[in-house]
């Protein structure tokens, strides 16, 4: 489906190459009259996953890491974020 599926590139979402991906390319709770019934319920699961996290860990930046920007679609830090999580 894309050149070099295992490395995270956000770019490949961006408006100007959505046109390039296939209709039903990623379809991860299938699609039409068959779709997954428990679509709703995963997506639910993962925002109550993501606001578990935020309330129970801190997330840091590890070291004194200076964060460079890459201003692209939308901003994003160049060469990923180290960060430290650590329990509330």
């Not at 995963?42 to 004194?64: K, N, S, V």
Request: proline fraction near 11%; glycine fraction near 8%; hydrophobic fraction near 40%.
């Amino acid at each position: 489906l894309w050149p070099a599926p295992a490395r995270f590139d956000p770019e490949r979402f961006t408006p100007e190459n959505e046109k390039q991906i296939p209709r039903y390319a990623y379809m991860p709770f299938g699609g039409g009259p068959r779709v997954c019934i428990g679509n709703s319920f995963a997506l639910m699961e993962a925002h109550l996953i993501l606001a578990t996290l935020a309330q129970r860990f801190c997330f840091r930046l590890a070291g004194e890491t200076a964060v460079a920007t890459n201003p692209q679609v939308t901003m994003s830090p160049r060469g990923g974020l180290p960060v430290r999580v650590v329990a509330r």
